[in-house]
T-cell receptor, first 115, second 113 residues
Framework: DTAVSQTPKYLVTQMGNDKSIKCEQN?????MYWYKQDSKKFLKIMFS???????INETVPNRFSPKSPDKAHLNLHINSLELGDSAVYFC??????????????FGSGTRLTVV | GDSVTQMEGPVTLSEEAFLTINCTYT??????LFWYVQYPGEGLQLLLK?????DKGSNKGFEATYRKETTSFHLEKGSVQVSDSAVYFC????????????FGTGTKLQVIP
């Protein structure tokens, strides 16, 4: 029944490692997003995909690479992890780009801790 | 560009107190406005929305009215409960701009018994 599911929920890893976070939505939405939430709860958009096409690519280090195999999945791969990458990463989806008047549906987040 | 400004938290209230969380915005077009709530350890959930001026969004006892003249969308609840303790985010979607949602910085609400 889960609408937007992310895995893993928690991820602890060492600096320099490469890791991936997966996201899947079963809502039939055509747009998916990755957001980063820092320790002060500030939300920053990283990427958005519409029908598998990259639409928004904010100022994010190129160590972060999104991949969308189909419009129900948007994965995030991070190379050479750094301490500053520690945060909670949220996946979200919506009808149409930006969510129009319907808003977003968020996943429950992946708490990444880099040690 | 678009921006959303929320009052700084944390806001601490006693149970059954009246809640107001202020939100003002700047947008180039005619945005839709939203309030999202994030409970501890969870993702954001859409709480309510308003799509045009003078619209009132409401849900679970919370209300917010889209005020174009003051560019505001303040969140209110007449009587808060401990279970309302969460972080509240104001957000806007501007269909005329970059077609993305802009979030405020969040306001943490703590309700004590």
């Amino acid at each position: 029944d889960t609408a937007v599911s992310q895995t893993p929920k928690y991820l602890v890893t060492q600096m320099g490692n490469d890791k991936s976070i997966k996201c899947e939505q079963n809502l039939g939405h055509d747009t998916m997003y990755w957001y980063k939430q820092d320790s002060k709860k500030f939300l920053k958009i990283m990427f958005s995909y519409n029908n598998k096409e990259l639409i928004i690519n904010e100022t994010v280090p190129n160590r972060f690479s999104p991949k969308s195999p189909d419009k129900a999945h948007l994965n995030l791969h991070i190379n050479s992890l750094e301490l500053g990458d520690s945060a909670v990463y949220f996946c979200a989806s919506s009808h149409r780009l930006g969510g129009s008047n319907y808003g977003y549906t968020f996943g429950s987040g992946t708490r990444l801790t880099v040690v | 560009g678009d921006s959303v400004t929320q009052m700084e938290g944390p806001v601490t209230l006693s149970e059954e107190a009246f809640l107001t969380i202020n939100c003002t915005y700047t947008a180039t077009g005619y945005p839709s406005l939203f309030w999202y709530v994030q409970y501890p350890g969870e993702g954001l959930q859409l709480l309510l929305k308003a799509t045009k001026a003078d619209d009132k969004g409401s849900n679970k006892g919370f209300e917010a009215t889209y005020r174009k003249e003051t560019t505001s969308f303040h969140l209110e609840k007449g009587s808060v409960q401990v279970s309302d303790s969460a972080v509240y985010f104001c957000a806007l979607f501007d269909s005329g701009g970059y077609q993305k949602v802009t979030f405020g910085t969040g306001t943490k609400l703590q309700v004590i018994p």
